[in-house]
């Protein structure tokens, strides 16, 4: 853990997984979802993505916010995705047998799933009430026209329309 996150403010946790078995191609379109988001948010999104990758990586995202608590005494809710990516690892070569004596290199990919979270900046807290205070119950409305006036529009645009047709 770095006590100092970006531009010194903060405290950032990360967790590690290695040796995934997944191309980093396809974990890095699921790390693009999460990251900047709260810890409860990307833990949605992950949980409703089809993509199998996502399990791996709601693993890592579990643990982070799990090493923020056990070991820094911070709330795992109370902190957002500061960065989440995924880097390529080691490559098996497995060979598969082809037609006239020939052979078709399988390549195996694995990827190291990074994902690192910060607190939530003390600012936001207070936000909300600010919100309330600010948005009035009641939008001020349009003026409108007395219904008298309106009634009286149509019917000199009938007798316009009517005079244009005798």
């Known amino acids: 853990m770095s006590t100092n996150g970006r531009n010194g403010t903060g405290r950032e946790v990360q967790a590690q997984a290695k040796f995934v078995h997944s191309s980093a191609r396809k974990a890095r379109l699921v790390t693009d979802l999460i990251r900047g988001r709260s810890v409860p948010e990307a833990r949605t999104i992950l949980a409703f993505s089809a993509r199998a990758v996502a399990r791996d990586i709601e693993k890592v995202l579990h643990s982070a916010a799990s090493n923020a608590e056990a070991n820094h005494q911070l709330v795992g809710d109370n902190m957002f995705v500061s ?72 019917s000199t645009t009938r007798k316009k329309k009517a005079g244009a047709a005798s």
């Open 83 to 154: 960065a989440a990516y995924a880097d390529e690892g080691p490559t098996m070569k497995r060979w598969r047998a082809r037609a006239r004596g020939r052979v078709a290199r399988i390549r195996k990919r694995t990827c190291h799933i990074t994902v690192k979270l910060q607190e939530l900046p003390a600012a936001s807290a207070p936000a909300e009430p600010r919100q309330e205070a600010a948005a009035p119950d009641e939008a001020p409305k349009p003026k409108q026209k007395p219904a008298a006036a309106k009634k009286s529009a149509t």
